[in-house]
Structure formats: C-alpha cells, structure tokens
C-alpha cells in the first residue's frame, strides 16, 4: 500500500547500484581502507559528482564493507567517497550471494550476454528458486532503503541486471516517485530471453516497466528490450513508436490504471577532462617508465609496438580468443616477432563462481604457452599483468599503438573509448561489432568479428601495419565520438528527461 512519506525529509535525487563508489578493506589492525569501486556501471556513475546532492545506494559487498556499515551513521564518511553522499545497504551475507551470485551474475548475466554453453546449462530446478527468491528479497531491501531515504517527487535512477525488480516494487510503495531504470549490459534477444522460465520473464520485465522510464547503452539493446516485451507479455502490453521519438511501453497490471514506461538510448562516453589529467599524475609516468622496460627493444621509429588490453576477466571479454589470435599473428606473420608486445591486464573479477577462476587459469596458461613458444631472451611476447592497478592501467594506455577490444558481446565497452582519449602516439583500435561502442565507434576502428580468430589476426596486422598519419587521424575521431556524452552529462541527460 501507498504511504506518504516523513515530510520536508529525504533527498531529491537517488541513485541505486548493486556496486558503489567504495569498496572497504579491514587490515590487520582493524583499520579500513577505501578504494575506488571498479567497472563500466561504477566508471559512470562516479562523474555525477557531490554538487548533483544525489545519495547513492549500494549494497555492502564484502567483510570490509559491513564493517564500515557498522561504524557509519547512515551515510558513510564523505573522505571515503570523494564527497559523494552514499548509505551503503548491510542485506545479509547469504542473501546477498545467492542473488548476486547465484541470479545477477550467473543467470541474467549469461542471458544478456548469451553466454551458455546450452547443451548443458542452464537448468531451472528448485535451486534456482531458492536463488530467486533470494534475489527477489535482495531488491525488495533496495526499494524499501529508497523508500525511506526519497522526498516526496524524487526522482531515483536504478542501475543495471541486479535490480531489475526494484522499480516495481518501489512504484507500489511510492507511486509518487520518478523511478528510472538503465541496463549497463546488452539486452538478449527474445529468443533467447525464452530460455528463462515464462514466470521469470514476467517478473523481470514488469519489474522494469514499473520504471517511468528504462535506459539502455545503445540502440540495438533497447529494441531488443521492445522485442522481448512484445514476446513474452503480448496482449498484456501495448508498443507505441512515434516519430522520430523513443518507443514507449504501456502495460496495464490487473486492477490498475495503465502506466507509460518511456525507452531511452544514453551511450555512455569517456571522461576526456578526468581522465588526460589523471593519466599524466606522477604515479602513471612511474608505471610508463617500468612498462617501457618490461617491452624492451630499442627507442625511435624501431621501437617495439605495443598491442593493449585492458580487462576485468570476464568470460564476455574473450580475452583467450584474443590470445589465440596474438598467437596466429606471430605463428603467420614472423617478421613482427620481437617488434610487439602484447600488454595484457586481466583484472580478477566475481571469482566466487567457479567457471571465472577456470577462465583465470586459461587466460594464465595461453599467455605463458605463447611466451615458452615464441619468447628469446631479450623479448617477452604477452605481459599479462593481473593485479588491478589503474595507474598501471593508464600508463599502457598512453603506450598503446593498438588497443585490442573484442568481447563476445558488450553493453558498451568503455575501454575503447578511454584509449584513443589518452593515448599519447595516436592508437588504432580492433573493435568487436558486438560492442555496444560499436555503433559510435565503427568508422573509424577495424571491425571485427570476435569468434573469429584469424579475421582478429589480420585487423591485429592492418592495425599495426597503419600508416602514422590514417593511424593520428583515426584516433582523433575515435577519440571525438567517445566524448560525445560525458558521463556528467550522460547522467544530467537522463535526470531531465526523467522529470520530463
Ligand atoms: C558491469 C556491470 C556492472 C558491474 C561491473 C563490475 O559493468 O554492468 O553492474 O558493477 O560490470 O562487475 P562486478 O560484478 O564486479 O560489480
């Protein structure tokens, strides 16, 4: 039931995501630490800045985490966060994983970026709805939390797969609020969204239309999210494409008056002004110079060429087929032996599920094969380098010739459109056409299609083989269209439209 919530209370702009800006870590003498949060949703996100007074929800991820839930007042200490106002959400550990993990990560997740292997997973048992309903209860603490903490009107962004219900349910508690959703992934297309029980389906998707409006990356993902609406609830909802304009969903639940869940398109850009200056801090030219010693070779035109990755190892990335085809480039092309370097940073992620750590593994034993077959004393043909460290990361992206981008399937890719942003010589860009970044960025990089290997081989050969001026000219534009919307604007764009 409706209620009306403490007047002259509560903020006026919310924002809701599984992870937050913040990530604790207690020491060994009980001190936390903070450190900046990691992925594309948090890269994003954290642009909207202390003078927007939004409040950040988030959930407590880890030991560290519930302890500084424990010693805050509410919001957490804004030193932490970079003055941003965020409450940090304490929903029980088992909970917690069993939705994130069990639901967030290894259904949805795998659907969005159709990842299963199908003869043998998935499977809907009774498991899976003990999983379920642990994620159902997860987003229910999520649209209570935002209950309480929204004024009267406020309008509240809910972010991405984890909290795909929480917009149904908050609309049932608040029907005064603007709530929007934004998904940070692809959208699966309706055949294969059918693999989830028809139930699910309903659920999801109604949770989401609860939303005034839902947000998606890129064109393509969000007419994938009409196409499911129309499979999966019919009759029960009703499309409205008017000229030139988003589609809009209508759906009437039993007993209720229609709603409108308006279809928005934001294609999340880089940071230029962030990120030229953070990448020229004395900590990246730390980074460059011991890059620059680990690729060795000489300096000048004949210097070693560097062909960048930059990662969290995920199983969409396709960070082994990108091996494999580093692999097929040196095995076809010997006269680029010792004249590249594949700088490889694969930064651990979710590896709580088991298929991550076996991905781990396989990315560690392909980089050293290709070491032990084609390194020589003075060459080390792939760095892999798996210890998160943005300055790190940085530096490689200034030393880039090549940026190397080509996941399996991608809701945006951020990646590619930070490295032709900082890279100091101009970089050329291998670019997956099944990354959201695609449709921005496709003139101008070498489009290819990530399972195949060999075509990877030879965009990885064209890349390197370009001449210096296509090569400047390139970047430059790359660069142009990955700025197009920064993330302060990206975030301000759909605060308005949202207010409408
Ligand atoms: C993607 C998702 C985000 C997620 C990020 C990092 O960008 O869209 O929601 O936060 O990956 O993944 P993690 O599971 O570590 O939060």
Same mark, same amino acid.
Do not use: A
């Given at each position: 039931p409706a209620r009306t919530p403490a007047a002259g209370r509560g903020a006026e702009v919310l924002v809701a995501s599984n992870r937050g800006p913040v990530a604790y870590t207690v020491g060994a003498d009980g001190a936390l630490t903070a450190k900046r949060g990691g992925g594309g949703l948090v890269s994003g996100l954290s642009a909207i800045g202390p003078e927007t007074e939004a409040v950040w929800v988030c959930a407590a991820l880890g030991d560290g985490d519930r302890e500084a839930v424990r010693r805050a007042d509410g919001e957490l200490p804004a030193a932490d966060t970079g003055g941003q106002r965020v409450r940090m959400l304490d929903i029980p550990a088992e909970v917690h994983a069993a939705a994130y993990n069990g639901i967030a990560n290894s259904v949805l997740w795998f659907v969005h970026h159709m990842l299963y292997q199908t003869p043998l997973e998935p499977s809907f048992d009774t498991e899976f709805r003990e999983r379920w309903a642990a994620y159902e209860a997860y987003n229910a603490a999520f649209a209570e939390a935002l209950d309480r903490a929204a004024a009267p009107g406020a309008a509240v962004l809910i972010q991405d797969y984890h909290l795909a219900l929480a917009p149904g349910m908050l609309r049932e508690r608040r029907p005064d609020l603007r709530i929007g959703h934004f998904s940070h992934t692809p959208w699966a297309p309706p055949e294969y969204f059918a693999l989830l029980p028809d139930d699910i389906r309903e659920r999801l998707l109604r949770g989401m239309l609860g939303a005034d409006r839902a947000g998606f990356l890129t064109r393509r993902w969000a007419a994938a999210f009409v196409a499911c609406c129309t499979a999966t609830l019919e009759t029960r909802c009703a499309v409205h494409h008017s000229d030139g304009e988003a589609p809009h969903v209508v759906t009437a639940p039993p007993g209720q008056e229609p709603h409108t869940t308006q279809i928005g398109v934001h294609g999340l850009g880089a940071d230029a002004e962030f990120l030229r200056e953070r990448a020229h801090r004395p900590d990246v030219d730390e980074r460059l110079t011991a890059l620059r010693a680990q690729i060795g070779g000489g300096a000048g035109p004949e210097r070693r060429r560097t062909i960048v990755r930059v990662d !969290?190892?995920?199983?969409?990335?396709?960070i082994v087929r990108g091996l494999h085809a580093y692999r097929r480039l040196l095995a076809d092309r010997p006269e680029w032996r010792e004249r590249v370097v594949h700088l490889a940073f694969a930064y651990p992620s979710r590896q709580d599920l088991a298929v991550y750590r076996d991905y781990t593994a396989e990315v560690r034993r392909v980089a050293e094969e290709i070491n032990a077959a084609y390194g020589t004393p003075g060459w080390q043909p792939v760095v892999l380098h798996v210890k998160d460290d943005f300055a790190r990361s940085l530096a490689a992206y200034r030393l880039a010739d090549v940026a190397l981008v080509n996941p399996i !399937?991608?809701?945006?890719?951020?990646v590619a459109k930070e490295v032709p942003v900082v890279s100091d010589a101009g970089c050329a860009l291998v670019l997956s056409r099944e990354a959201g970044a695609h449709e921005e960025l496709g003139e101008d990089a070498l489009s290819v299609n990530p399972y195949d290997i060999n075509a990877t081989a030879d965009a990885l050969h064209a890349a390197l083989s370009m001449p210096e001026e296509e090569r400047v000219g390139r970047c430059a534009r790359l660069a142009d269209a990955a700025t197009a919307l920064p993330p302060a604007r990206w975030f301000t764009e759909q605060l308005t439209a949202l207010r409408g």
């Open positions: !969290r190892t995920e199983l969409s990335k396709n !399937r991608d809701g945006m890719n951020l």
